[in-house]
């Protein structure tokens, strides 16, 4: 407990500049609707009925309901004005939502002047939400958290870099475009975070590197060979572009994720030991090093698994409550992304391998003045 008050101690008054932090940017999103080109107006009452029930051959019933709404319009040239409208919603959500009263939202209209509700305004309560988490890192991870900030912004601009160049460049190859972009990423993520003099980061970039190129040509060679059987490009969503090179381009993306994760953990654990234990031979590391990559090959899977299942239920369910079957929903919703993990896990598989023949080439000279066989 008296550590928890010397702590607090020494950094309220970083708590205290991030709750003004905070306050100051829900403030100034909940006042900036003349920034906005696209009509915004508060709802200020709401009346809500119930229209009725539909239902369809499948058994499936939702509750239908009918808003009126007045709202108040917070900018364009007829600020102040009172416009009044009305929306039709079911239970279900999807096509319109519920409406509450104080909710920002986009209005639209057609050229008869009748208005109706576009989207609701979310910037409102992300924003602040995103600079409270952000600062909570910074706060309690201190220089690390700082860092990882910076790399996060450093990705997330280079992402963007890319897309635009991408845009920019006729008929370009996402797949080659996005492969400087895994480079840059790794190089800058690991050495920003690990320090770019170090030879533990070289190792994981080695690692990283090598397992999601060998990974990538497992895949391309094997879809090659089976002439794309059973890979449903046509299924991907809003495609304008080669389905087979976006593809590879997402898959690259997120074996690079999950090799990095690997491999930080399994390196890092090798030269905590190699500091810890000096005269530890190598045989020992590589042991290790296996024992390590099959504790986290699990979990790991089992991790990217069910980040796909949460993606992709919504729509799962959506097929199968409207009487599809279990081979249609699979084909149209969750081959792509059940492939995508699969080739994922034959990446976290090949780090463990490729990760201790990097961490030999580069321990080769200190582990044989110690006396390790290598």
């Known amino acids: 407990m008296q550590m928890i008050l010397n702590y607090f101690k020494k950094t309220w008054r970083s708590w205290l500049a991030l709750i003004a932090l905070v306050a100051v940017t829900a403030c100034f999103f909940a006042t ?53 409208l009305t929306n039709d919603y079911d239970e279900s959500g999807a096509l319109n939502v519920k409406l509450k009263q104080g909710q ?5 209209h057609d050229s008869n002047m009748n208005w109706s509700v576009k989207n609701v305004r ?16 910074t706060i309690l991870m ?4 700082r860092i990882m900030l910076l790399t996060l912004g450093l990705n997330v601009a280079l992402f963007i870099c890319f897309i635009f160049l991408n845009i920019a460049i006729p008929h370009s190859n996402l797949f080659v475009v ?38 990538l040509l497992i895949s391309k060679i094997v879809f090659m060979l089976l002439h794309n059987q059973g890979v449903y490009y046509e299924h991907m969503e809003f495609v304008t572009d080669n389905p087979s090179t976006l593809f590879m381009a997402m898959t690259l993306v997120g ?18 030991m190699q500091r810890e ?27 990217l698994f069910l980040i796909f299942i949460a993606e992709q239920l919504p729509m799962a369910v959506l097929y199968l409550r409207n009487g599809n079957s279990w081979s249609f ?35 080769f000279r200190s582990l044989q003045n110690k006396g390790g066989q290598l």
């Not at 975070?193 to 090598?210: C, D, E, P």
Request: charged share 15%; proline share 3%.
């Open 32 to 84: 900036n609707a003349q920034l906005y080109h696209d009509p915004i107006a508060k709802i200020t009452s709401v009346q809500t009925d119930t229209t009725g029930q539909q239902s369809d051959p499948y058994g499936n019933r939702v509750e239908t309901y009918k808003q009126t709404i007045e709202t108040k319009l917070l900018n364009t040239n007829d600020r102040g004005k009172t416009i009044r």
């Open 277 to 303: 234990r000096p005269n530890i031979s190598s045989k020992e590391l590589i042991k290790a090093g296996r024992n390590i990559g099959g504790e986290i090959f699990g979990a790991l899977n089992n991790v």
């Open 142 to 145: 201190g220089r690390h958290g």
């Open 122 to 137: 979310h910037d409102l309560l992300w924003v602040p939400f995103m600079v409270l988490v952000l600062g909570v890192m």
């Open 178 to 215: 996005f492969i400087p972009f895994a480079i840059l990423t790794t190089l800058f993520t690991l050495g920003l975070l690990m320090g770019f003099k170090s030879r533990q980061t070289w190792t994981i970039v080695m690692t990283v590197l090598l397992t999601s190129a060998v990974t």
């Open 329 to 363: 929903t699979y084909m149209t919703n969750l081959s792509i992304g059940m492939l995508q993990t699969l080739i994922s896990a034959i990446g976290i598989v090949l780090t463990v391998p490729i990760g201790l023949m990097c961490f030999k080439l580069m321990t």
């Open 255 to 272: 074996v690079l994720g999950a090799v990095m994760d690997e491999a930080t953990d399994m390196t890092a654990t090798l030269f905590s």
């Open 104 to 108: 920002q939202v986009f209005l639209t």
